[in-house]
């Protein structure tokens, strides 16, 4: 019974209705989105809110944005992280993209170093510059899925969506991610609309439609009471 | 009143009774689907309005998707109709390229096939209203399919009439002006509405 799971709130609370309450803990989700789509923004934001909200510490590993860039983009909304880093709720890494078991070890090194219940890798499409053959990259990534579920901690790992079309994490979305979230930034014939769908979550009654999402300094705001009536 | 002369001024009389026998009685809440005929537009809205706010005092939005928001209030106030208590939501300045200059008591959105925005427009404005009795006047359905698909405006019928039924004390009006192009549309949409008043 989708009750009697305990979950893990994302905090923003448009989102946490679409799913039930929340993504079910220890949970591995793929966030697919548009560029600019608030794919980083809703990371930082469901760390943000489990270390204010929920005292639940939260790790971010970044595979792209070094941990200035981070701060930088943290400080266009009402968010502190310095100091949430400073009291150690939080840590972001950025890992260097050379060695896949060297990434595996910084993630469980860093998430039991403060017990963290939240854990975001963004961008996941960039896993595959670590593999030199589809093949590898499949079994190796799997293996991190597999990995994250085994820690028990509650991840979002974000992915691209272009034309339409999510790129493929190599099998994690299909074979081991409990949840898929699309979020859309969409042209339009002469303006861009934002919405989000919540494709699959696992044990979870969802919404099958998609739903409006504004970004402001407060964050990522999902409007679950409204629909969006355009075509995209 | 001004313009109670001659023939037009038969119909007009006529077109009141109509008007007003359909919507005097506002004791229930009903989701109305209202089509008339495009010369008698701006006569039914303006009769529409001096109803619901005139004689049953109720506060409301209106949503104008024909008449930039400054001619429509001309067009109000030269029938002195009072437009205390009424929130307008104009989609049509912006998407005229005109300034929308800032008032009081209208929003604005971007154009006609802002579909989206203009429903969160709209439950923003209403939520705002203190009381529990509102109209909402949506002038017209028949340019919102102008502007969009007849899926997207069905959808968007469809959850709005839900919307306003889950809110006791509201009273909503849909216009719509019937065309040949429409007239499958229109039935469709009469589905979600409680009674469909055809004053052609
Ligand atoms: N204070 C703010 N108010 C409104 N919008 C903002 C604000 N700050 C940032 N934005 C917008 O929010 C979006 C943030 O996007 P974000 O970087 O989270 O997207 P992303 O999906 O991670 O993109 P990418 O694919 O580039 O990684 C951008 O479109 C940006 O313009
Ligand atoms: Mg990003």
């Known amino acids: 019974m989708a009750a009697d799971l305990e979950r893990t709130k994302t905090g923003l609370v448009g989102l946490d209705k679409l799913i039930g309450g929340g993504i079910p803990k220890g949970n591995l ?22 270390a204010t909200k929920f005292n639940e510490n939260g790790v971010f590993i970044s595979l792209e944005e070094d941990v200035e860039e981070l701060e930088k983009f943290s400080t266009l909304f009402d968010w502190d992280f310095k100091e949430l880093i400073a009291k150690k709720k939080i840590k972001i890494v950025n890992v260097e993209l050379y060695d896949f078991d ?17 854990l975001v ?3 996941g499409v960039v896993f595959r510059l670590y593999f030199k053959t589809e093949l590898e990259a499949r079994k190796r990534i799997l293996g991190l899925g597999k990995m994250l579920k085994r820690m028990n901690v509650t991840t979002v790992i974000t992915n691209e969506l272009s034309m339409e079309r999510a790129k493929s994490l190599y099998g994690l979305e299909e074979y081991v991610a409990d949840g898929v979230i699309l979020l859309y930034h969409t042209k339009l014939e002469n303006r861009f609309v934002r919405s989000i769908g919540i494709l699959k979550m696992r044990g979870t009654k969802i919404s099958e439609k998609l739903h409006p999402l504004e970004i402001s300094k ?8 409204q629909e969006l009536f355009e075509e995209i | 009143m001004g313009d109670e ?14 008007i007003r026998k359909e919507f005097t009685n506002l004791k229930d809440d009903f989701v109305a689907l209202l089509i008339v005929d495009a010369e008698k537009f701006a006569e039914t809205n303006i009769e529409l309005v001096r109803i619901l706010k005139h004689e049953n005092k109720l506060p409301g939005v209106y949503i104008t998707g024909n008449v930039p928001y400054k001619n429509l ?20 300045t912006q ?26 427009t709209l439950d923003r404005a209403m939520d705002k209203i203190k009381g529990r009795e509102k109209f909402l006047i949506l002038d017209s359905v028949s340019t919102l399919l102008i502007y969009n698909k007849d899926r997207a405006v069905e959808k968007f019928t469809h959850f709005l009439a839900n919307n306003l039924r889950e809110t006791p004390g509201t009273k909503g009006i849909l216009l719509a002006v019937q065309t040949n192009e429409n007239k ?17």
């Open chain 2, 95 to 120: 998407m005229s390229g005109e300034e929308a200059q800032k008032e009081e008591n209208c929003v604005f959105v971007d154009s006609p096939d802002s579909l989206t925005e203009l429903s969160v």
């Open chain 1, 121 to 123: 890798i963004d961008p």
């Open chain 2, 5 to 18: 002369k001659g023939m037009r001024g038969g119909m007009s009389k006529r077109l009141k009774a109509l």
């Open chain 1, 29 to 50: 989700v793929v966030m697919s989105g548009d560029p600019g789509s608030g794919k980083t923004c809703l990371c930082l934001q469901f760390l943000y809110e489990g």
């Open chain 2, 184 to 200: 499958n549309a229109l039935e469709m949409l009469a589905q979600f509405c409680d009674k469909v008043v055809k004053l052609v």
């Open chain 2, 73 to 92: 209030k001309d067009h109000f106030d030269s029938h002195k109709v009072d437009l205390k208590d009424l929130t307008f939501i104009d989609m049509v």
């Open chain 1, 102 to 118: 060297k990434l595996l070890t910084t993630i469980e090194d860093t998430v039991s170093s403060i017990n963290a219940e939240r």
């Open chain 1, 218 to 225: 407060e964050g990522v705001k999902v409007l679950s009471e």
